[in-house]
């Protein structure tokens, strides 16, 4: 069964800290997608990285950070330096190629809050 | 257009009534996608659409629920005999193309409550 836990039900950090969200994935296929989006408080969600299961190398993308570690299946998502506009709902999803294609399960969250 | 538009933004409607939610996709986009979010909660997948076909419809919670595509283009999610369970936000979201892994472009939903 797939399944993405997000433990982290809201974090609470002031501006200009580092901060890591976590997020482990459940799957018994080999091969997946993982994701993870933003949603402010608008209700949109924005598309913020995709990453293959067979390509574990890090990525980083100015102040977005991605650990891929599929030896913990884990898929962390670090904010450098983060800022007021960073504030939103963050989540983690997965998309196994067995499934309809692009169908995607997602994470309950985690509310990241940054405090000016 | 330039990104998925829903409407209503919001709903309100007594429990026991029809509702019908409308999303339409980028243009051009051939898959498109009903979630459901409740408070606190991720995104349930609801069903998807390949074109004008319901390609995976097993996130529909029960026979309540339907949703069409007729033209390949604009899609209705419709509830019938709705229940104060129902409340939610009701995202769509579309891709270019239904490939596996491919970006998906989501609407702001639309916020139903069931009273």
């Known amino acids: 069964a797939q399944k993405v836990t997000q433990a982290q039900t809201e974090i609470s950090v002031v501006e200009k800290e580092d901060v890591t969200l976590d997020c482990v994935y459940e799957?018994?296929?080999?091969?997946?997608?993982l994701f993870w989006y933003k949603q402010p408080p608008s209700g949109e969600l924005v598309f913020l990285i995709r990453?293959?299961?067979?390509?574990?190398q890090n990525e980083i993308s100015g102040r977005y950070s991605w650990n891929f570690q599929k030896s913990t299946s884990s898929f962390n998502f670090t904010i450098t330096a983060s800022q007021v506009v960073d504030s939103a709902v963050y989540f983690c999803?997965?998309?196994?190629?067995?499934?309809?294609?692009?169908?995607?399960?997602f994470g309950s969250g985690t509310r990241l809050s940054i405090r000016p | 257009g330039a990104g998925v538009s829903q409407t209503p933004s919001n709903k309100v409607t007594e429990k026991g009534k029809y509702v019908e939610l409308r999303c339409d996709p980028i243009?051009?986009?051939?898959?498109l996608y009903w979630y459901r979010q409740s408070l606190g909660q991720g995104p349930e997948f609801l069903i998807y659409?390949?074109?004008?076909?319901?390609?995976?419809d097993s996130g529909l919670p029960n026979d309540r629920f339907f949703a069409v595509r007729p033209e390949g283009s604009v899609s209705t999610l419709k509830i019938q005999r709705t229940e104060r369970g129902d409340s939610a936000v009701y995202l769509c979201?579309?891709?270019?193309?239904?490939?596996?892994?491919?970006?998906?472009?989501f609407g702001q939903g639309t916020r139903l409550t069931v009273v």
């Open positions: 659409f390949q074109g004008t076909g319901a390609a995976d």
């Open positions: 999803a997965l998309s196994e190629a067995d499934s309809s294609a692009s169908k995607i399960i």
């Open positions: 979201a579309s891709s270019l193309t239904p490939s596996w892994g491919t970006e998906a472009f």
């Open positions: 990453r293959n299961s067979f390509d574990e």
């Open positions: 799957t018994r296929d080999t091969t997946y997608y």
């Open positions: 243009s051009g986009h051939t898959a």
